[in-house]
Each structure stands twice: as structure tokens, then as C-alpha cells.
């Protein structure tokens, strides 16, 4: 918050700022929703303190009114400049920590994506995503439990991802569907299956927040990643990706989705070796990974029937992140 005390400016100047700030936040006080009087009070409170802490000028609130304008302009029903901007400042990735408390053990959430659809199709145990989207092979497997160690039958896994030219199935214009689907797992917990090994690609960076990201030296690419959304009764939905070991994008990836525990070792296998399901690869290379997953209960859950969610955001099936 603002100092009321700062001495670099007079007190009578110190004081109308203040009164101002007071004057607004008063306005609010008889919101009926507390929840909303809460953000509101909240919101102005913070964004009069930044204002008076950088002392803003005029011809800088103009701009910012202006690249504000742009984002909207930019932003239709493929693509949501909003929610690239809340994710370059990290406030996606904090509304997610936020909202996912820490559990031990658990598999740790991260950002959900833009990228989500709900009719990706259903594979069996050990079948391929990729439906011919262009990359190497990768054999993905694990086991589903609960933080006590116990195995999560019959959940529900989503997994997604980006082709080897750097982008998902939505971004084509082709109606294809590919490097995406859904599988459950079996009585002991275990999954697997083909997909793609992960390869980084950029977030859109031809509009107002790319502009921004090059003004302030920032790269926009994110680091190499598969998504998963994993549900199951009684469990908290976790969104999350894991990522791929030794990328030197780990540590700048433009959206701040990469924790460490979600870093995994996907181990390249020479041409030749044979396949965990005995699939002919031919004379291609081929990675393998193993992502083990830790559901958290669902401490929201009133009764044990009641079911996961998928965020409202998976509705916005192609836009950029």
C-alpha cells in the first residue's frame, strides 16, 4: 500500500490523495454481496497505492488505457489476449496456487490452458493420442493414488498437447483432432499411452502482449509440456503438465507454469529398442516417461457421490497460451 507518510511530497498533497482513495472506497460500502464489496474495496484500494507509489502520469495512464483497448480489439472467440496478459504477469498462475491448497504428497496443479476441449476422444490402456500429429513417440505411464498410497481405480484422464511444429489441433482450420484424448485407469491404479514427446513452442506474440513481453527483453515461449487433467469421485480435479528435464526454457517459461516436482525425465530410446507394448517403430527414435499421480481429496465434496468439475475456462477451446 502507499505510504500516507512519504515525505517526498507535501502532507496537504499527501492528504487529497487519501481523501480521494476514501471517497471511492466509500462508495462501495453498501454493496450487498460482501464477497463483491470485499474485490471492489480490495481492488481500489491496491490500484489507488500503485498509482500513488510510481506517482503515474497522465500521458503513461493514456497508454495504458490504449493497450488496454488493444487487448480487447485483438481479443475474439479464438483468442483471448485477457487471459495471455493475466498470464505473462503470473496472476494465472497465482489465482491457481491460490485456489489449489497444498496437500503433501499431492501432485502439485498447474495452469490450465486454453487449449482443453471435452470431446477429445476415448483411447484404451496403451493406445496413441497422437492420431498422426507430427513428432517423435513418446510411451507414457504411471499409476493413479491417493495420498495415502492407495490406487485410484476408474479415473478419468485427459491428456493434450502441442504437434512438433508448436501447435494444438484447435489452431488448425482443418477440423483435425489430434495429440489429445482421454483414458481412465485400472483397478490398480495404472495408465498408459502413446503421445508425442513435448517440444516448446511460443505463446501468440503478434499483438499488445507480445509487444509488451519484447518492450520489457522477455522471450514468449513456454517450456515443453504435456497437459493432464485428471478427475476422479471423492478426489480434487487436478490440472497440471509435467515437463521435460534438461529444456533450457524451465526456468523463463513466459507463463511461470514449471514446478519442479513436475519435471520428468523422458528418456530417449535408440532406434531399434523395443517398444513396452511391442509396437514396430521402425527405424525411429522413441521417449518414454513415467508420471506417478497423487490425487488430494476433495475437501469441497459435501458427500461421497458428489462429482468433479472441469473449470468454466475449458470452454474456450482454442485460445492462445
Known sequence: MADDNRTDISAEQNGRERALTDKVLASFADTPDPRLRELLTGLTEHLHAFIREVRLTEDEWTTAIEFLTEVGHITDDRRQE??????VFGASMQTVTVNNEAIAGETES????????????????????????????????GT???IAGDPVANARIEVWEADDDGFYDVQYSDGRVAARGHLFSDDNGKFAFWGLTPTPYPIPFDGPVGRMLD??????????HLHFMVAAEGKRTLITHIFVRGDELLERDSVFGVKDSLVKDFVEQPAGTPAPDGRDLGENTWSRVEFDIVLAPDRRANDA?????????????????
Open 82 to 87: 485477457f487471459i495471455l496478459l493475466s498470464d
Open 110 to 141: 498447474t495452469v490450465f490452458g486454453p487449449f482443453f476441449v471435452d470431446d477429445a476422444p476415448a483411447i484404451e490402456s496403451g493406445g496413441d493420442i497422437s492420431q498422426g500429429a507430427p513428432g517423435q513417440a513418446c510411451w507414457v505411464e
Open 144 to 146: 493413479v493414488t491417493d
Open 215 to 224: 518492450a520489457a527483453g522477455r522471450s514468449p515461449m513456454r517450456a515443453s
Open 305 to 321: 457421490g458428489a462429482q468433479p468439475t472441469v473449470p468454466s475456462s475449458a470452454v474456450q477451446a482454442s485460445l492462445p497460451n
